[in-house]
Structure formats: structure tokens, C-alpha cells
């Protein structure tokens, strides 16, 4: 069953809306159409499938097939919809498809989280789902829960039991992708605690950056070169994470009477 289309869709696309289809029959003046996210049929002309000259209508499109369309028209009254293949760009579709596959997902998740508390795919929607879809997206609020716990679920109003299982399911079966950035830190310190110094310098720096968002790593590349490392889930803050702690590590050792200096590596 899928949740959110039974709970949460609206009955009808709206016009400059994408929506994946499925196309059922395809015919010399085009192809029918199925909506998957709103169980609706829909019309794609061949003046709507591409740009260029159409010698075999099923060189564009055939039965079975998944397509992205871009809506034209909606007329509720006669219960017919315009769609177009060619109005979709590279992009919008890529997009499109990623933004399926996750809610589909999402849908997936809720219905383990329903099996693992005895309750009906409706009711955890209605108890969970809905809250979650509201505040966060369905997808993202999973995603969110493995990055900030259950906290994230019952501050929503996600009852406490039920924002455990559902972090449960969330950290078993969702893998945040992150990005990775590095460094080099050279350190010299003479002093006859030198190697201790540099030794604090890295766990003062792990302890100073407490956020759950990056994970840090430190080698030993060959004395007196050190590499950090910093896993985050976008460039922009495992960038900022990096430099911060870099400078952390040095000013430390200079502090102590020693030397520092920190490159970016590629």
C-alpha cells in the first residue's frame, strides 16, 4: 500500500507539476498513461514526446516503461490530463527521480516501523508519518533521527515509544553519504615533552569539536607531518570543521613553544 499517496496526496496534479508515469498503451498519436502518484490516467501526445521528428512512436517511449512528465493541462471535470515528455529537462528529471525513489523508501521504512509496533500502516502514519512529513519531509525526518536522535521525533510530537522504533529502523537501514576533506598539519616542538605536546594538541582538538555532524581522523603521515581528516555531509561545513581544528592543533603546539603550519590537500 503506499502510504502516502492513500493519506497525505492531493486527488489531482497540479499544471508545471513532474510526475512519474507509467505508460500502459502507446498508440500512432501517442501514449496512455498511468500516474503513479496519483492512480489517475493521462494523455501523452506524440506533438509532447520530443523535439525532434518522430519516425517510430516506440523509440521514445513503450509499454511498461517509467518516464517523468511535466503536466499541461488538468481537466477534473472530464478527468483528463495533458502530459509532456519533451518539456522535461535533464535535470527536473534527475530530481524527479531521486525525489521517487526516496519517498518510496520513506513509505518502506514507515511500513516496517507499523509491523514492528503491531500497527496498521495508516496508524503509524497517522501517529508518526504525518508529524514527520510536516515538519521535516518523510525521507529527511529519518534521516534526521539517525543524525540527531530521537529527540528529533519526540520534540514533534512523535510519541516516545513509537520515535524509538522508528529510529531503530532509521539507523538499521539508512547510510547518510558524507563528503571528505584532509589536511596536512606540520608540528615541531623541541621541548622535552614535545611528542606529548603534539599528543594533547589532537585530543584537546577531538574534544573542542563536540558536534555529531563530522567525524574527525587523525594519521601519522611520517614525523613531523600529520594528516586530518573530516568526514561530513556537505563540503561547506566539513570544510570549516577541518580548518578549525587545524588551527587548533597549532596554535596548541606554538603555545607550548613549538611550530605549526597547516595545508589543504586535494
Known sequence: MNITMALKRQEWPEVGDLVM???????DYGAYVKLDEYN???????????????????NFVREGQKVVLKVLRVNVEKEHIDLSLRRVTKRGKIEKVMSWKRER??????????????????????????????????????EKVVKDGVEALTKIGVPQKLATVIA????????????????????????????????????????????????????????????????????????????????NVVSRVVKAGGQGVFRREK
Not at 489517475?40 to 516506440?58: A, T, V
Request: proline share 2%; aromatic share 8%.
Open 168 to 247: 531503530e529502523v532509521a539507523n538499521e537501514r539508512i547510510r547518510i553519504p558524507l563528503v571528505k576533506v584532509k589536511g596536512m598539519v606540520e608540528l615541531r616542538c623541541m621541548k622535552p615533552n614535545g611528542v606529548k605536546v603534539v599528543k594533547e594538541a589532537f585530543l584537546n582538538a577531538k574534544k573542542a569539536e563536540k558536534s555529531r555532524d563530522a567525524k574527525l581522523r587523525f594519521y601519522v603521515v611520517a614525523a613531523p607531518k600529520y594528516r586530518i581528516e573530516v568526514l561530513a555531509e556537505n563540503y561547506k561545513y566539513a570544510e570549516a570543521v577541518l580548518q578549525r581544528v587545524a588551527e
Open 40 to 58: 489517475k490516467k493521462g494523455l501523452l501526445h506524440i506533438s509532447e514526446i520530443s523535439s525532434s521528428w518522430i519516425r517510430n512512436i516506440r
Open 21 to 27: 508515469a507509467t505508460v500502459e498503451s502507446v498508440t
Open 105 to 142: 523508501k520513506a513509505e518502506a521504512l514507515l511500513r516496517s516501523v507499523a509491523e514492528k509496533t503491531s500497527l496498521s500502516a495508516e496508524e503509524a502514519y497517522e501517529k508518526a508519518g504525518a508529524l514527520i512529513e510536516r515538519e521535516y519531509g518523510l525521507y529527511e525526518g529519518f
